[in-house]
């Protein structure tokens, strides 16, 4: 199984959303995925431009010439993709987002109806396939996953990939402390790297097994005096600076 994955934090691999990504792929390597990882920090995707070339001019080809021009043929022919990003205002990351813009070429300009709604067809190079999200997010709620998710959900119902579920994790900050500091979190990392080895070796990832990586660590009113203690230090710190 052609496993694509698409890290879209700017820590990259030093991020919070690294720290659930790597043991979920782990995870699938061991159950015999072959995974491949993309930074977008490392890579050039302009913004689509929406003159839409890519349909009438030079049909499934973007007439931009950059990173999207190796990762186009990658994302059509994986069987799974990953999309990792760390909560933006609300959202994905604006790297993601211009990522996701540019896979436009991958379908028809024809409209079809699907389940009483307007879609676009895929072209018939497209592997059929699952989607799956792995965000993390500082503030304390899980429902702050919830914009997210919906728009990740609709992605999905329009280039006809099924929606295998999402690794989340609120209140980033204190995880990354705790499992710094040698607390016990050592389960999250565990449930994150069997969810990888469940999406490949069971086609799903359990619930029970996701529910693990979001649960909550610490009360939270605690949680608010530890970041905003934090925060405190730091301006502390640019101001001495």
């Not at 990504?21 to 782990?26: A, S, V």
């Not at 010439?65 to 994986?78: F, Q």
Request: charged letters at 25%.
């Amino acid at each position: 199984m052609k496993v694509i994955v698409i890290n879209a934090s700017p820590k990259m691999e030093k991020g919070n959303t690294a720290a659930i990504l790597t043991p979920f792929l782990e995870g699938m390597e061991e159950a015999g995925g072959e995974v491949e990882l993309f930074y977008t920090k490392k890579m050039k995707i302009a913004p689509c431009q929406g003159d839409l070339a890519c349909w009438f001019k030079t049909p499934g080809i973007c007439a931009q010439k950059d990173d999207m021009s190796m990762l186009l043929p990658k994302l059509a022919a994986a069987g799974i993709w990953v999309f990792a990003t760390p909560v933006f205002v609300d959202g994905m990351s604006g790297p993601l987002k211009c990522m996701i813009d540019r896979i436009i070429p991958l379908v028809y300009p024809f409209f079809e109806l699907r389940d009483g709604h307007c879609r676009h067809p895929s072209r018939e190079s497209i592997t059929s396939g699952k989607l799956v999200l792995v965000s993390t997010c500082g503030f304390w709620e899980i429902d702050n996953f919830h914009p997210l998710l919906k728009h990740i959900e609709a992605i999905c119902r329009n280039i006809r990939r099924e929606f295998a579920g999402a690794l989340l994790r609120p209140h980033s900050r204190a995880f990354i402390t705790m499992a710094d500091n040698g607390d016990q979190v050592r389960d999250i990392f565990e449930a994150a790297k069997e969810a990888g080895c469940q999406l490949i070796r069971d086609g799903a990832m359990s619930s029970k097994t996701l529910s693990v990586i979001s649960r909550t660590l610490l009360p939270l009113d605690s949680y608010l005096c530890m970041v905003n203690q934090r925060f405190t230090d730091l301006l502390a710190e640019a101001e001495i600076h």
